[in-house]
T-cell receptor
C-alpha cells in the first residue's frame, strides 16, 4: 500500500517564525511531489511542486526533497496568521496516474 | 475566470434521490479526477479519467458513477444518495506529463438527509 504520512498537528508557531512541515512517502519510484494549502471548507491550493533532490524556493516557501530518505518538507519563513491552514503533501504515483495524499498537517500561526 | 469550476457549490438532498455534480475545466488537461473529503479521512479518489473513452475506478467508487462528456467536462452522479455520502466533493485536473501538477475546483458541499 503506497502511503504518504504527515503529522496531523496542530503545529503552532508564533508570527514571524519559520514553520517546518514534514512528509514521508513509501513508494521509491515517485518522481513528483506537491504541497497544497487548504483553508477550512475550501479546496486544496497548489503552492509548491518539487521533482529533484534539494531545495526549491518560491517567495516565503521552500520545499525540500530527499529521495534517498523518502521525505519531503515545506518551510514557511516569516509565518503570518494568514498561513494558518491545513497543508497537504501529495505524491504522484507514476504509471497509475494517481495522486497519493497525506491527511494533512494543521498549522496555526499565533499573532 | 477559474480554471476548474464545479456546480452546484452546495446541495442538500434526501436519501434515495439521484444527484449529479458537474465539473468543467479550461486548463486543457486530459486527466480529470473526482475526490471526496471527510473530516479526518483526507482526500479519497472516487473516479478518474484520461479522456472521454477511458474512465477508471478509484478507491471508493461504489454508489457513484461518472460521465466524461468532453475533454473539458467530467460529471459525477450519485444514483441513490445515502446519508454517508454527505461530504465535500472536489473535481481536479491532472497536468502536463513531467510536471503532473494537479489543480482543484472549488468543491461541492453535499448533504444527504
Amino acid at each position: 500500500q503506497k502511503e504518504v504520512e504527515q503529522n496531523s498537528g496542530p503545529l503552532s508557531v508564533p508570527e514571524g517564525a519559520i514553520a517546518s512541515l514534514n512528509c514521508t512517502y513509501s513508494d521509491r519510484v515517485s518522481q513528483s511531489f506537491f504541497w497544497y494549502r487548504q483553508y477550512s471548507g475550501k479546496s486544496p491550493e497548489l503552492i509548491m511542486s518539487i521533482y529533484s533532490n534539494g531545495d526549491k524556493e518560491d517567495g516565503r516557501f521552500t520545499a525540500q526533497l530527499n529521495k534517498a530518505s523518502q521525505y519531503v518538507s515545506l518551510l514557511i519563513r516569516d509565518s503570518q496568521p494568514s498561513d494558518s491552514a491545513t497543508y497537504l503533501c501529495a505524491v504522484y504515483a507514476p504509471g497509475t496516474y494517481k495522486y497519493i495524499f497525506g491527511t494533512g498537517t494543521r498549522l496555526k500561526v499565533l499573532a | 475566470d477559474a480554471d476548474v469550476t464545479q456546480t452546484p457549490r452546495n446541495r442538500i438532498t434526501k436519501t434515495g434521490k439521484r444527484i449529479m455534480l458537474e465539473c468543467s475545466q479550461t486548463k486543457g488537461h486530459d486527466r480529470m479526477y473526482w475526490y471526496r473529503q471527510d473530516p479526518g479521512l483526507g482526500l479519497r479518489l472516487i473516479y478518474y479519467s484520461f479522456d472521454v473513452k477511458d474512465i477508471n475506478k478509484g478507491e471508493i467508487s461504489d454508489g457513484y458513477s461518472v460521465s466524461r462528456q468532453a475533454q473539458a467536462k467530467f460529471s459525477l452522479s450519485l444514483e441513490s444518495a445515502i446519508p454517508n455520502q454527505t461530504a465535500l466533493y472536489f473535481c481536479a485536473t491532472g497536468g502536463i506529463a513531467g510536471l503532473n501538477e494537479q489543480f482543484f475546483g472549488p468543491g461541492t458541499r453535499l448533504t444527504v438527509l
